[in-house]
């Protein structure tokens, strides 16, 4: 994903170096959804080109200084760094740049790990059957930040715009999505919606436009959902070929399985569904 020069030069020096390790691997992560969601995307890669690794969840804080390499370390760092001597990247939520619209706008954002960890994958294995499957979810971290619980969030939208234009995922209203959780949108008047949903296919853009507008009143009155984030629930639904559900519908299932107790070995069960079909449920 070439898509943000202050992490792609880390991560190209990486992908140069780990390509042609013999020794295995080390892939270090937490056991949370988030960091598991990335690190599935680089084990992925690893399978499709035969690179020898050694996967470690853990349940506690990560020490990178205390893991010796080659080590990929999915990390709540102040940055993404390649560390050269050590053999060692640390894969780390970086705050970055990115340019919008006609004017060429310069916002603020943070890039997670799972969008910098499905770049390092693509790198390592561009055409890779594993690798290619879980590139949909390669949105889900940005899907996962609070930062769309508050405001715009500009890195997230020019990844899933981005996702959209190379045919990985749709972007669709919520009325064109044939399954949806409707837990995601806690205050969805239920009537309204599967009378538009029957009704949709017979109205013109601007009738659809207001459709949309008329049913997201009530939620805009409820206390629930920003206005950031049920622009994408109700406007811009992410979904992938062949998939159930659409991604926050499946990240919604994926939170609420995540047990209090077992973690590490749930998240070792969801890396494998991951690996395996690409979704983490």
Known sequence: ME???EVNSSLKEAAETISSILTPVRLVTRAT????????QIEASFLDQKI???????????????ISGPAIIISSGVETKWVVEAKKL?????????????????RTGVLGTVAQSAALAAKLSPSGIRTRRQRGMSCSGQWLRDTLDSVYDPVWTIIRDHLQMEGTVQVLPITEITNIEELTLPNLPARTFKRLKRA???????????????????????????????????????????????LASLLF???????????????????DKLISTGLPV
């Open 3 to 5: 898509l943000f020069s």
């Open 33 to 40: 959804l988030v960091d598991v969601l990335a690190l599935a």
């Open 52 to 66: 020898p690794y050694q996967r470690t969840i853990v349940e506690g804080p990560i020490v990178p200084t205390s």
């Open 90 to 106: 640390l894969i780390s939520p970086t705050t970055i740049n990115v340019k919008m619209g006609s004017e060429n706008k310069v």
């Open 200 to 246: 949709w296919g017979s109205f013109d853009a601007k009738e659809r436009a207001g459709a949309l507008s008329e049913l997201v009143l009530p939620m805009v009155e409820g206390e629930n959902v920003s206005a950031a984030r049920l622009e994408e629930l109700v406007w811009h639904r992410v979904i992938g070929t062949d998939w159930p559900m659409d």
């Open 253 to 271: 299932h994926a939170q609420n399985e995540w047990p209090d107790e077992g973690e590490v070995l749930h998240a070792g069960r969801v890396m």
